[in-house]
């Protein structure tokens, strides 16, 4: 189990250095966070993501695995886990655009990777502050309802 929670922490951390981020238990909360419905999670369950020891629920490496451009199956399970999708008991819908997904997130990293390192921060600051936003509206709709 340990090395599950080695190799899962060294594979979030190689994915946000590949996005231009810095691997901050801080800042991954904070975007973490905007992109949680439920209650926020803090610097320090962050940091245990980071560095061990906690491996976070499946539902939360989802998140993060969206925000990372890549697939929860690969952020928690490392290589080689085509059992993962095929043994589950998801409908052929969910599995296609799941595919669908992967297919724009492989090419939004290709891109990604052609890119300046000041472009790659400019892009991750305009996503940081499209979610804000996003989040800002979501909290004011909630409060006007």
């Known amino acids: 189990m340990t090395q599950d929670l080695n190799s899962f922490a060294k594979r979030l951390q190689s994915q946000l250095q590949l996005r231009g981020k810095p691997v901050s238990p801080t800042l ?7 992109r949680w419905r439920w209650s926020p999670v803090s610097t320090n369950a962050a940091r245990k993501w980071l560095y061990g020891p906690t491996l976070p629920k499946m539902e939360k490496i989802q998140v993060l695995a969206k925000m990372l451009g890549t697939s929860a199956e690969w952020l928690r399970w490392g290589a080689n886990t085509d059992w993962a999708i095929t043994g589950s008991t998801r409908t052929k819908q969910s599995v296609d655009l799941n595919f669908t ?10 891109d990604w990777l052609l890119l300046t390192d000041a ?3 400019l892009i991750s600051a305009l996503l940081d502050f499209l979610l804000t936003q996003q989040h800002l509206h979501k909290i004011n709709s909630k409060n006007k309802s």
């Open 28 to 34: 991954l909360a904070r975007e973490f966070n905007l």
């Open 119 to 121: 472009n790659k921060k």
């Open 101 to 110: 997904e992967m297919q724009l997130a492989e090419s939004v990293l290709h």
